[in-house]
């Protein structure tokens, strides 16, 4: 999930496909990386995504191996 720290707006939920984790162990096979959710973030915004729109969360399926 991400949301603007300035000026919460809508938040954006990237479904990766991946599962979150929570404890340590077992430690996923793969991982959600930064590079991940920056690829969702700008994906989102070409989808019409605005951080500082209010709304309902904006939610996107995208694949984290992309």
């Excluded at 000026?7 to 590079?35: F, I, M, N, S, Y």
């Amino acid at each position: 999930m991400v949301e603007d720290a300035a000026r919460p707006g809508t938040t954006l939920v990237v479904e990766t496909g991946r599962p979150a984790v929570v404890e340590p162990d077992p430690v996923p096979t793969e991982l959600v990386l930064p590079r991940d959710g920056a690829a969702g973030i700008r994906a989102a915004r070409s989808s019409g995504w605005t951080a500082r729109s209010d709304g309902s969360p904006f939610e996107l399926r995208h694949s984290a191996a992309g």
